[in-house]
């Protein structure tokens, strides 16, 4: 059993900049990676970015520049950095980690989601 807890949305004006936080825990010891998608209201889940333990990230090319990735490997967590945020952010951002067995096969393990609302 693999437990992710998030933390650190919330309402926030434009411009503004939110940290969210993802501590995972349980059966986690074949992580190989850890990110975040987001789900706007009547839109599908989409990839924000994700980091692997060997220190790569990756980035959707519109919020390259404004989001930042990064996992701490002793901790088993990953934090997104979000700057000069706009209301087309506002989403539930859901982190996941991803585990590699022995065989190569890589099963993916989903947090509660976080809400993040950019208003005035």
């Known amino acids: 059993q693999v437990q992710l807890v998030e933390s650190g949305g919330g309402l926030v004006q434009p411009g503004g900049s939110l940290r969210l936080s993802c501590a995972a825990s349980g059966s986690v010891a074949n992580i190989y990676a850890m990110g975040w998608y987001r789900q706007a209201p009547g839109k599908q889940r989409e990839l924000v970015a994700f980091?692997?333990?060997?220190?790569?990230?990756k980035y959707v090319d519109s919020m390259k520049g404004r989001f930042t990735v990064s996992m701490d490997n002793a901790k088993n967590s990953v934090y997104l950095e979000m700057n000069n945020l706009k209301p087309e952010d506002t989403a539930v951002y859901y982190c996941?980690?991803?585990?590699?067995?022995?065989?190569?096969?890589?099963?993916?393990?989903w947090g509660q989601g976080t809400q993040v609302t950019v208003s005035s």
């Open positions: 996941y980690v991803d585990q590699i067995s022995k065989d190569s096969l890589i099963s993916r393990d």
């Open positions: 980091a692997t333990r060997g220190g790569s990230t």
